[in-house]
């Protein structure tokens, strides 16, 4: 199976694992992100290092142990090994490490955690007495954020013992899109925008079928592949299950103030749904995002689902749960997905994929000079009496640049380009840079202060 992206992320590890000295790794992210295959992708090129790579299971210390002493046995050549626990099969591979380099994976740490009393000390206090003396790299896994985030605060064993910590994110929507390079940049924009940038839910999309095929065999039918995908994941991490689907239906209807996803959610008070926020904002499921104008404002704050699969399945799936129940799979998908997914959903997740392709740019220096932030623009228009958001705004020393996305059939033309800008001005938003994306490319002409993006040059 082909390794796809993560390049930068896979550098880092493997320049951690290579050094001569013992090195500690952390590596973390939600459920399904490719933590486990990037750890096996990296230890493929340490081809002179013994390793163990063990998944820790919900299960005793005993049957944890049993099965990890079996990997260590295989890894180091040895006959059958016997340890009365896992501090002292901790400190015999540290011990086998002192003339040779071995690496010890735990995958799933948190499973093994909870069935070793005081696990982080353990291993704090073999990295301590074998630092100068061992080569031995220990690499922890884990798909529980808080818990894995909580080993490298102050209050941890293991604080100061991490030599690398590396929180796994979702791919963008450049390097999702190479798992299904046959297909046009139009239907790579919708399908990043139900499948997101999780490895897993992309190597599931069949490229000899169209969009409409993959998203109802994968995600509408009655048991469709990730029909449970988003629930399960949900209900695995959140106690409230009522209270986050009301939560949910309300931000994937568009609602994004606090007063009104708690108008909209019928959830029981206000402490509770900001539980329920705080919690879906831990996962990084969804974001508070404040205009890049006035970021401390929280009156013109929103939350929004960053995650499209959660996104697409609140606002069609689980919305529409009776009615998908009796309809033909493809009827439903006509009659409560098509038109919507088309005209709304997919031009909202094209304004997201526009600011992932700013960011890109950015970081590879080809946008000049660099912007220091990007968000949403709030203004106030006093005379027409009006006010509102821009959605893509970037910020940089020279001021603001400006950014529409457009998802639509027709080209940009030269008189929506100059309503644009006067629209801006009449705001009062001054921009040195108006920039415009198009899925139908453009009938204008650029100039010394607009820029225009079609969809072959964010795919190529």
């Not at 704050?301 to 689980?318: C, E, I, M, Q």
Request: aromatic fraction near 12%; hydrophobic fraction near 40%; proline fraction near 5%.
């Amino acid at each position: 199976m082909e390794f796809i992206g993560r390049e930068r992320e896979l550098a880092r590890i493997k320049k951690t694992l290579k050094a001569p000295e013992q090195r500690n790794v952390l590596i973390y992210g939600r459920r399904r992100v490719g933590k486990s295959e990037l750890i096996k992708q990296a230890l493929t090129d340490l081809s002179d290092v013994a390793t163990v790579y063990y998944e820790c299971r919900q299960t005793s210390e005993a049957d944890n142990l049993e099965s990890l002493s079996v990997l260590v046995a295989e890894a180091l050549s040895f006959p059958p090994l016997a340890f009365t626990g896992i501090r002292e099969l901790i400190e015999f591979l540290f011990a086998q490490a002192k003339d040779k380099n071995i690496t010890l994976v735990l995958d799933e740490y948190p499973y093994l955690r909870d069935a070793v009393k005081g696990l982080d000390s353990i291993l704090q206090t073999s990295i301590d007495a074998h630092r100068e003396d061992s080569r031995l790299n220990i690499v922890l896994c884990g798909s529980y954020v808080e818990i894995m985030k909580s080993l490298i605060e102050h209050e941890s064993p293991l604080y100061g013992r991490i030599d690398l910590a590396l929180e796994l994110k979702p791919m963008d929507y450049f390097d999702a899109a190479k798992f299904y390079p046959a297909f046009s940049p139009e239907d790579k924009v919708r399908l990043y925008s139900v499948f997101g940038g999780i490895p897993f839910y992309n190597r599931l999309i069949d490229q000899s079928q169209s969009v409409r095929d993959n998203i109802i065999e994968l995600v509408t039918e009655p048991g469709a592949r990730l029909e449970s995908e988003v629930p399960s994941y949900l209900n695995a991490e959140i106690s409230k299950m009522t209270n986050a689907n009301e939560v949910f239906g309300a931000l994937a209807q568009g609602y994004s103030r606090w007063g009104d996803v708690l108008a909209q959610s019928h959830v029981s008070s206000g402490p509770a749904m900001a539980d329920v926020l705080d919690k879906l904002m831990s996962l990084e499921i969804v974001q508070k995002r404040a205009p890049i104008n006035d970021p401390t404002n929280k009156r013109k704050s929103g939350y929004f689902v960053v995650d499209p699969l959660s996104l697409f399945y609140y606002r069609y799936v689980f919305r529409n749960a009776s009615a998908r129940q009796l309809l033909d799979p493809e009827v439903f998908y006509d009659r409560h997905v098509f038109q919507d997914f088309e005209e709304n959903y997919v031009p909202h997740m094209f304004e997201e994929i526009c600011r992932q392709y700013l960011v890109r740019q950015n970081r590879t220096g080809k946008i000049e000079p660099a912007f220091d932030a990007i968000g949403k623009y709030w203004y106030d228009d006093p005379a027409n009496k009006t006010s509102g958001e821009f959605d893509v705004v970037t910020q940089d020393p020279e001021g603001y640049a400006f950014y529409e996305a457009k998802f639509r059939k027709s080209p940009i033309t030269q008189k929506m380009v100059d309503e644009e800008i006067a629209q801006v001005e009449a705001t009062g938003l001054k921009c040195h840079r108006y920039g415009f994306f198009s899925r139908s490319g453009f009938e204008a002409g650029e100039s010394d202060r607009t820029v225009f993006i079609d969809l072959p040059q964010m795919f190529g």
